[in-house]
């Protein structure tokens, strides 16, 4: 369990533990992924935040951010954390790679959490205003990367609650050790980020069900604390439609390079 989140107001700078802000870029610059595929008309592309281009990732040092108020220890081992929760289909491809030698991290765990389409977190149900069920796991868990160092996560587009622009938190372990109860213990933390979302597509998101019954004020990523415009090597997804329609969802991928000694 984390620091107890208060109602009303932003993640605070630092979480459950101090976390180092990572202070720049590797001097590796070599390309890792390539240009996203086109998105289909008329729903709207994205993987700018309306200015930077996020669709050439390159093999830097992923900026580092807080773990916020929400983070819930020994959650499930589990490529699908949606758990039947409504919203746009979020399909996450997540690269794990040293930001030293560009070389993929193969069996690193790649953990997440985020709200729903209400601004809800599981396991702090209410604290944005709304009531549903709460069974503590709902969209958090993880997945191993393969060989690649490549985690593919199911999960919905996220909602936004108070203080925050639309986000998914991340963590990479190394060294876990898979429980019997398809959770995991052990091993090493290397990062801790946030994942972040076009402008333009929350804002097309925002006018379709279940996301138009949040009637909280959303912070724009403009607007947000803890974003600092810094594209792909500050969290920034690269999203690719799944459809024609913004209800059919997206595909998110980013390379994240993490630090290894």
Excluded at 128 to 146: I, K
Excluded at 173 to 183: I, K, N, P, R
Excluded at 211 to 218: D, E, F, I, P, W
Aim: glycine share 12%; hydrophobic share 35%.
């Amino acid at each position: 369990m984390t620091d107890t989140p208060t109602n009303g107001t932003p993640e605070a700078p630092v979480g459950r533990r101090t976390v180092l802000i990572a202070a720049g870029a590797s001097a590796a610059a070599l390309a890792v992924a390539a240009a996203a595929p086109v998105t289909p008309s008329p729903t709207p592309s994205a993987g700018t935040a309306d200015t930077a281009p996020a669709a050439a990732a390159v093999c830097t040092l992923t900026k580092e951010m807080t773990e916020g108020p929400y983070y819930l220890d020994g959650q499930f081992v589990r490529a699908d954390v949606t758990e039947g929760k409504a919203g746009a289909p979020l399909k996450l491809v997540l690269t794990v790679v040293d930001d030293s030698t560009c070389a993929p991290i193969g069996n690193a765990l790649v953990e997440i959490w985020h709200c729903d389409a209400l601004g809800e977190y599981s396991g702090f149900v209410g604290n944005n205003g709304h009531s549903e069920p709460d069974d503590g796991t709902f969209l958090r868990g993880g997945v191993l990367t393969n060989a690649s160092g490549v985690a593919n996560i199911t999960t919905v587009y996220p909602g936004w609650y108070r203080g925050r622009c639309v986000h998914i938190h991340v963590k990479v372990h190394t060294g876990v050790t898979l429980t019997s109860d398809g959770s995991f213990t052990g091993g090493r933390e290397l990062h801790t980020g946030q994942l972040f979302f076009s402008e333009t597509v929350t804002t097309a998101m925002a006018k379709v069900s279940p996301y138009s019954a949040n009637k909280v004020t959303r912070t724009t990523l403009a607007q947000d604390s803890l974003y600092d415009d810094g594209g792909a090597s500050s969290g920034l997804l690269t999203l690719t439609a799944l459809g024609s329609t913004t209800s059919a969802g997206y595909t998110g991928t980013l390379t994240l390079g993490v630090e290894t000694s």
